[in-house]
């Protein structure tokens, strides 16, 4: 059995602006293993934004395959896109996107409520995830009350709540200052160490992708370079159950 929970081969997608075709990206292929945090780099329009959208299913693709936890997404029907991802993905962001009217536990557990789970299983859940992000004493603050770094963790919690087979995180430290920065990738780290979590980020900031395993770089929509970090690693077994 592969332990790749990612396999992404030759994948071209092209804009159309009605002006001119903007080919984001030129034939790529990645593969990612199971357990393992990588980070894409690059200048700003190389395309990282655009992979990590089409890996997991945000957009479609021109051509190539991607294969995502054994599922060819892209055979998917746009529901069943939708419902894939929302049962097997978790999506952190630059901007939290938490709902102001709501606590930080209510915020978490709105995926689970949307998606059919009964009240208790999804505040339990929610308040499972907010203990991995050790944020569980906050639960009852709405996002006005909680600081950058504490909103992010409360958006990591949410990204973690659906137990994923893979975590997407898309500059998720570019709203925070440096100090929470780190504090958010020391957590993502300790999450991938702990719990064998696949994380797969984007970022600008070189510091940022060093708490990744690997670090693949791009320019002009394709794949240029990769490197092992000092955290790489052998490959992990599946990661254990959340109890």
């Given at each position: 059995m592969t332990n790749l929970i990612i396999e992404a081969t030759d994948v071209v997608k092209t804009y159309d602006t009605g002006y001119s075709k903007v080919r984001a990206l030129r034939g790529v292929?990645?593969?990612?293993?199971?357990?393992?945090?990588?980070?894409?780099?690059?200048?700003?329009?190389?395309?990282?934004?655009?992979?990590?959208n089409?890996?997991?299913?945000l957009d479609d693709?021109?051509?190539?395959?991607?294969?995502?936890?054994?599922?060819?997404?892209?055979?998917?029907?746009?529901?069943?896109?939708?419902e894939y991802r929302a049962r097997n993905m978790g999506f952190v962001f630059q901007v939290y996107d938490l709902l102001p009217i709501l606590s930080a536990v209510e915020n978490v557990e709105l995926p689970l409520l949307v998606s059919g789970t009964a009240a208790k299983g999804a505040r339990e859940a929610a308040m499972r995830a907010l203990d991995f992000v050790h944020l569980a004493d906050r639960a009852s603050h709405r996002p006005a009350e909680l600081s950058g770094g504490e909103r992010q963790r409360a958006a990591v919690a949410r990204s973690l709540v659906n137990d994923p087979a893979i975590v997407w995180?898309?500059?998720?430290?570019?709203?925070?200052?440096?100090?929470?920065?780190e504090q958010i990738m020391n957590l993502l780290r300790e999450l991938n160490e702990t719990t064998?979590?696949?994380?797969?980020?984007?970022?600008?900031?070189?510091?940022?992708?060093?708490?990744?395993?690997?670090?693949?770089?791009?320019?002009?929509?394709?794949?240029v370079d990769e490197k092992r970090t000092d955290r790489a690693k052998q490959p992990t077994s599946p990661a254990p159950e959340r109890t």
């Open positions: 292929s990645l593969s990612v293993e199971r357990g393992e945090m990588v980070a894409i780099m690059g200048p700003s329009g190389c395309g990282k934004t655009t992979l990590l089409c890996l997991s299913g693709i021109d051509s190539g395959r991607v294969i995502v936890d054994g599922t060819d997404i892209n055979r998917l029907s746009d529901n069943a896109k939708t995180a898309d500059e998720p430290t570019g709203a925070l200052d440096s100090t929470n920065a064998s979590q696949t994380f797969v980020l984007v970022t600008h900031d070189a510091k940022m992708a060093a708490y990744a395993q690997r670090i693949v770089h791009m320019v002009d929509g394709l794949i």
